[in-house]
């Protein structure tokens, strides 16, 4: 085998939690008068709360925000997202996901997660996804997100393989540059990595031909 150890993005890869960081954030920028569209939601994908907020500040016009209301502003975005969280249940995960995943074990790979978001225990808890993988590592445990390598190589560490021995599976820019700075090769699902990645897959199960012919 080429890989041993396969480490999933979470958000837009195993869920689809975009449409609840849009609404979050769309609440929030309209009592800014920042006009924020599902397009400027794009450039989100991967990148921290914080760095997220910066992004969409950039088309913001009023007076300066103080440090500590900027901080109020992202609990209230989070108290929002996590909302939306507590309705996810079982049946956010599709079959095409779990049977890949339990597919990808049989065959020996050892699954990880490696996501920039603090709220990733949370999500897998409600869609019953934590067992499915044999470490997390997450926003919670690092200082730097994608795309700093950090949180894929944290993934790594926790599962005491090398990375060039781990593969990356991403639908961020942000993730693919991240995968490659940690020496890892990446999947892009969907339209990310602007044909920078390694492999190309537009539904979640052709990961079992490319790891398991
Ligand atoms: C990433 C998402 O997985 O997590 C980003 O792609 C998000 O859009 C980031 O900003 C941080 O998420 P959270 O849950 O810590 O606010
Ligand atoms: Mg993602």
Request: glycine share 8%.
């Amino acid at each position: 085998m080429q890989y041993k150890a396969i480490i999933f993005d979470l958000d837009g890869v195993l869920v689809f939690t975009d449409k609840y960081h849009y609404l979050a954030w769309k609440k929030l920028a309209d009592r800014l008068g920042i006009d924020f569209t599902e397009k400027d939601n794009d450039r989100l994908r991967g990148v921290s709360r914080e760095e997220s907020f910066d992004i969409i500040l950039e088309k913001y016009q009023g007076d300066p925000i103080p440090e500590d209301k900027k901080k109020e502003y992202l609990e209230e975005k989070n108290d929002i997202y996590r909302e939306s969280l507590g309705e996810m249940t079982k049946d956010d995960v599709t079959d095409e996901v779990r049977k890949t995943l339990l597919g990808l074990r049989e065959a020996g790979y050892r699954l990880a997660i490696g996501s920039s978001s603090k709220n990733t225990a949370y999500i897998l808890e409600r869609c019953e996804l934590t067992d499915a993988f044999d470490k997390v590592a997450d926003g919670t445990m690092i200082t730097r997100s994608k795309p700093d390598p950090e949180v894929f190589l944290k993934a790594a560490q926790f599962l005491g393989e090398n990375p060039s021995d781990c593969l990356v599976v991403e639908d961020a820019d942000a993730g693919i540059t991240a995968a490659h700075a940690a020496g890892m090769d990446a999947v892009a699902i969907g339209a990310a990595g602007s044909g920078r990645a390694d492999y190309n897959i537009s539904s979640f199960k052709e990961l079992l031909d490319i790891l398991c012919e």
